[in-house]
């Protein structure tokens, strides 16, 4: 929110978790409206993260050679942002197309030269790209499976749009990582569901899609990247599917017992967190924050962080300085700052980029800085 939007700021409260004793899809209560939340005034460019940069580069050489992907192949990646891994393809004169609903981020990729489709994806948009000729080779979805509302006409739009022979990627947290890493930052108002590849399995054949391969990722502490087919179709089934079901099955996430802890334990590292800056501020330390991400939210509103623990937080994206943290209404600033105001301690909310940002602001050890990270445990760098 803008400084002057006080008004409108809204207060999240801490989110609730719904989990089904039947297919084990996990969902929370508490979201907010997509077309509200991917609006013109979206300020996540994935861009911005070099090791995220990286990661879309590693994979489009990967799964270009993998599937043969070719000048005669066609690409869509779904919630494509600004262009960050499209361009790729584009380099390697792949045809490709980015659905992308959010103004900034599609103009973006548009400047770079990659063609989007300025919509949300669901059935009806995937049967108007089939009808008019432009099934996929290839469907990409990163870290959008989460996000969508409604799961079962995103998966149908998902086999409209796959040409026979086609391949599906989607990569997307591991439920299982979550639980086991007490990640509940995780758990925000603009995730629908946390899942299993239990549950992303069930989904898929239900719609005559199979995953017939999975690949652990390290990303957003810990995803998956499931590859799916027509359920007829040739592809051999990899020994991964069913050792990642097993596992998760030995780690509980089918027993509802499990779900109970992990409550216990958000509790403690949450308790942990706040007698931690309670305890720095009492001994005179400076405390800052770096990283304006969705996740921080989730951890300072669920510990009832304000600004007389925290007077502000610093972030690289140009699109979220002079705004507030919703909720906390802590103000966001450019990263010059910290070297004005050498803070001791500085809070790492993405502590899934922890290795990217303490080397980007390495410079903080000059003074004697320390960085900070809450989740999955209290450890300073």
């Not at 799964?63 to 790729?88: C, P, Q």
């Not at 409209?160 to 979550?178: A, C, S």
């Not at 995803?223 to 596992?247: F, K, N, P």
């Amino acid at each position: 929110r803008s400084v002057d939007d006080l008004s409108k700021a809204e207060l999240y409260y801490p989110l609730r978790l719904k989990v089904c004793g039947s297919c084990w899809l996990v969902q929370t209560e508490d979201y907010t409206c997509a077309r509200e939340l991917f609006s013109a005034e979206y300020a996540y460019f994935s861009s911005i993260s070099q090791s995220w940069l990286k990661h879309a580069a590693c994979y489009s050489a990967m799964i270009t050679d993998r599937l043969h992907l070719s000048s005669n192949s066609f690409v869509v990646e779904i919630a494509s942002n600004d262009g960050y891994l499209l361009k790729n393809f584009l380099e390697n004169k792949i045809p490709c197309l980015g659905i992308e609903p959010t103004a900034g981020t599609a103009q973006a990729a548009e400047a770079i030269g990659i063609p989007v489709l300025r919509d949300f994806f669901g059935f009806n948009l995937g049967s108007q790209l089939a009808k008019s000729g432009r099934q996929a080779d290839l469907i990409i979805g990163n870290n959008v499976y989460a996000h969508v509302p409604d799961v079962n006409d995103f998966t149908a739009g998902l086999k409209i749009l796959l040409k026979q022979g086609g391949v599906i990627t989607l990569e997307f947290p591991h439920l299982m990582k979550l639980i086991e890493g007490v990640q509940f930052d995780t758990v925000y108002h603009e995730h629908f569901s946390y899942f299993s590849l239990r549950t992303v399995c069930e989904i898929f054949a239900r719609f005559g899609l199979r995953i017939f391969d999975v690949e652990e990722l390290s990303t957003h502490g810990g995803s998956l990247r499931v590859y799916g087919c027509h359920q007829d179709d040739i592809m051999i089934d990899t020994e991964s599917v069913a050792r990642i079901i097993d596992s998760e099955r030995l780690a509980g996430l089918f027993i509802l017992d499990t779900y109970l802890l992990f409550q216990e334990q958000v509790n403690f590292l949450k308790n942990n967190f706040l007698r931690f800056l309670l305890e720095s501020k009492s001994e005179g330390k400076k405390i800052a924050a770096y990283g304006a991400a969705a996740k921080g939210n989730t951890l300072l509103n669920y510990a009832g962080v304000r600004g007389d623990l925290l007077p502000f937080i610093c972030d690289a994206a140009l699109s979220k300085q002079g705004k507030l943290l919703p909720g906390s209404h802590i103000p966001i600033l450019a990263t010059d700052v910290l070297k004005s105001l050498r803070p001791d301690l500085i809070i790492v909310c993405p502590w899934n980029l922890m290795h990217e940002i303490t080397e980007q602001l390495s410079y903080v050890r000059e003074w004697g800085g320390r960085f900070v990270r809450a989740v999955p445990t209290l450890e300073m760098w």
